[in-house]
């Protein structure tokens, strides 16, 4: 890494007891071959000693909050005024660059007219189950993506899907419209919904890779997407029709995709699997939260 008094872009995780993972994260941001400079700023809300000492073994800003004071949107937001970039790279704990042409590969996009942020592509880890693999392959595809709205466009929630797992905002639009700080969770979709309707482009950019994938049991998944759900109620626009049209088409997709991979016994699992993902989402879209869900989302 360059030395430089002010760095092009900064690197920003939030993080919370990421465990061993971190070092191999860190590691393999520091052997990013960018040709721009770069910084690491952490925002850390309560992790152990033994993970912070970890951190602090790299060339980072570590900054510590108190568990109480995280939020997705806010934490970020909070990431975003400690940096000193021109572009703010935001960086999941867990989410591990897969090559060290990440930086630079997802930084590209931002050069080009009208680009507000661009997300990378994630990839399962050795250990993702069959279900995690296929998740990750419809929501990251190989093909490239530029996304804008025309005036007065409905926008869905695939129009404005964005991942703040492993992304790259322009400072200056996030300065104009910073992460939401009153929603449990999606704050990169809100964001995206509002640059979207400013006329900005997100863009999606497949050659940026980090291994990132969670194996979910149904109790976590239910959860998870009941948060899902409640954060994301106020921008659906969905139909519940084309909700459930596009929901079977998935599942029948998934399917197949079960049995050309040889794994026929997770059939089994499928229908529980994907009930418990439907209907966290349906409940929490309906009825939103119940106090005390949100600890730890």
């Not at 993080?15 to 393999?28: Q, R, W, Y």
């Not at 925002?43 to 000693?49: A, I, W």
């Not at 919904?193 to 980090?210: F, I, K, N, S, T």
Request: charged share 20%.
């Amino acid at each position: 890494m360059s030395v430089e008094r002010r760095p092009y872009a900064s690197i920003l995780l939030p993080t919370k007891n990421p465990g061993p993972g971190i070092t191999s994260v860190l590691e393999a941001i520091f052997r990013q071959e960018a040709p721009v400079t770069f910084e690491v700023v952490i925002v850390d809300s309560g992790s152990c000693q033994a993970d912070l000492e970890r951190m602090r073994r790299f060339p980072v800003q570590l900054a510590q909050i108190p568990p109480a004071e995280f939020g997705h949107g806010r934490t970020r937001n909070l990431l975003g005024r400690r940096a000193r970039g021109d572009v703010l790279v935001y960086l999941s704990q867990d989410a591990q660059p897969a090559s060290p042409s990440w930086l630079a590969t997802l930084v590209r996009p931002l050069g080009e007219p009208g680009v507000a942020g661009a997300y990378a592509r994630q990839l399962p880890r050795p250990d993702a189950d069959p279900m995690a693999r296929f998740f990750l392959q419809e929501m990251y595809g190989c093909q490239p993506a530029r996304r804008q709205a025309a005036p007065g466009q409905r926008l869905r929630l695939a129009d404005m899907f964005f991942s703040n797992a492993s992304s790259a905002v322009r400072r200056d639009v996030w300065q104009r419209f910073p992460f939401r700080e009153d929603v449990v969770m999606s704050e990169d979709q809100y964001w995206a919904h509002d640059v979207l309707r400013a006329g900005y482009c997100v863009v999606y950019e497949p050659a940026a890779q980090v291994l990132h994938s969670h194996n979910y049991s149904l109790r976590s998944l239910f959860r998870r997407n009941r948060l899902s759900g409640a954060s994301l109620r106020g921008l659906i626009a969905d139909s519940a029709g084309a909700v459930a049209a596009r929901g079977l088409r998935y599942v029948a997709r998934e399917a197949a995709f079960l049995v050309r991979a040889g794994q026929p016994a997770w059939l089994a699992f499928l229908l529980p699997y994907e009930a418990a993902k439907a209907l966290g989402f349906a409940l929490g879209a309906a009825r939103g939260v119940p106090v005390g869900a949100v600890r730890n989302a």
